[in-house]
T-cell receptor, first 113, second 112 residues
Framework: DGGITQSPKYLFRKEGQNVTLSCEQNLNHDAMYWYRQDPGQGLRLIYYSQIVNDFQKGDIAEGYSVSREKKESFPLTVTSAQKNPTAFYLC????????????FGPGTRLLVL | QQQVKQSPQSLIVQKGGISIINCAYENTAFDYFPWYQQFPGKGPALLIAIRPDVSEKKEGRFTISFNKSAKQFSLHIMDSQPGDSATYFCAASIRGNTPLVFGKGTRLSVIA
């Protein structure tokens, strides 16, 4: 799975609840990314981080938050402000600064109860 | 503003036929153009990629054709097989660790 571990595979959120999606890599890579996938919409960038303790907003960051306290972990929190959270969430890594290929994890499907 | 436009949205091809998916981009600063393949419930995986200094790249049954002046690139799958049925995404990025920008995807079905 591209050297990325994402958990859980399925996650359920109740109205008004924050949920956190896990993304872990043990390859000592600096750059990590979160994408959201909806049918017919492709992959849209939520947040990315190129170094520990630093991250940038992507195209659809509203209603989401991230942290990057250590290199191997880049968790994504879907807050209650995200009104349409049902989607497939994908985490990716970039091996080196000179590499151009992003490797994706297996994804987490978030469903709203 | 969609930076990478992909077509068609869906494609049905007979087994043994050629599948062709097209992408067009707007930003001339893009210098890396990968194609990803995604099976249902899985993350996308890199299929093949090209840089703008070449017009064509072939890996097995998969070929990327690149037209820099037209700002277009395409994926050709020769001798398409049912196992090729998946969603294909084109993407582009700018040098320097920048995130990939993806097209909206093409759902390919190869029927026997």
């Amino acid at each position: 799975d591209g050297g990325i571990t994402q958990s859980p595979k399925y996650l359920f959120r109740k109205e008004g609840q924050n949920v956190t999606l896990s993304c872990e890599q043990n390859l000592n890579h600096d750059a990590m990314y979160w994408y959201r996938q909806d049918p017919g919409q492709g992959l849209r960038l939520i947040y990315y981080s190129q170094i520990v303790n630093d991250f940038q907003k992507g195209d659809i960051a509203e209603g989401y938050s991230v942290s990057r306290e250590k290199k191997e972990s880049f968790p994504l929190t879907v807050t209650s402000a995200q009104k349409n959270p049902t989607a497939f969430y994908l985490c990716a890594r970039l091996p080196t600064a000179s590499s151009r290929t992003q490797y994706f994890g297996p994804g987490t499907r978030l469903l709203v109860l | 503003q969609q930076q990478v436009k992909q077509s068609p949205q869906s494609l049905i091809v007979q087994k043994g036929g050629i599948s062709i998916i097209n992408c067009a981009y707007e930003n001339t600063a893009f210098d890396y153009f990968p194609w990803y393949q995604q099976f249902p419930g899985k993350g996308p995986a890199l299929l093949i990629a090209i840089r703008p200094d070449v017009s064509e790249k072939k890996e097995g049954r998969f070929t990327i054709s690149f037209n820099k002046s037209a700002k277009q690139f395409s994926l050709h799958i020769m001798d398409s097989q049912p196992g090729d049925s998946a969603t294909y995404f084109c993407a582009a990025s700018i040098r320097g660790n920048t995130p990939l920008v993806f097209g909206k995807g093409t759902r390919l079905s190869v029927i026997a």
